[in-house]
């Protein structure tokens, strides 16, 4: 990254050395054991996460497909609501959207 960011130098801050277009995340890595630790703390929570979008991602194929293939026309976009506004804000729920106004 230092490589491709060299270019970039000549805008860096003389007196700080702050250079406005390189992420200061750039610059720490993280040691083994901190990754290591993520990895044990936020996996499972993950995990369950994929867990519980698989259905919902599922019903919502599912329901988009028979509405899609429901004859009657008029119904369709009344019934999309009904039932996708509630599922969708299921889905933003298990993504970690707690609100959405």
């Known amino acids: 990254i230092l490589y491709a960011m060299e270019k970039y130098r000549q805008f860096a801050d003389h007196a700080t050395g702050v250079n406005a277009f390189v992420p200061q995340w750039s610059h720490h890595k993280s040691g083994l054991v901190l ?3 993520k990895l ?9 996460r994929m ?4 259905p ?15 004859p009657l026309w008029f119904l369709r976009w009344p ?4 039932v ?5 804000r299921l889905w933003l729920l298990i993504l970690g959207f ?3 106004p």
Do not use: D, K
């Open 35 to 37: 990754r290591f630790l």
């Open 56 to 70: 919902v991602v599922l019903f919502v194929s599912v329901i988009s497909i028979i509405l899609t293939l429901l």
């Open 40 to 48: 044990i703390m936020f996996g499972p929570i993950a995990l369950v």
């Open 51 to 54: 867990l519980l979008l698989l």
């Open 84 to 88: 996708e506004r509630p599922v969708a």
């Open 98 to 100: 707690v609100w959405i």
């Open 79 to 82: 019934l999309r609501i009904v």
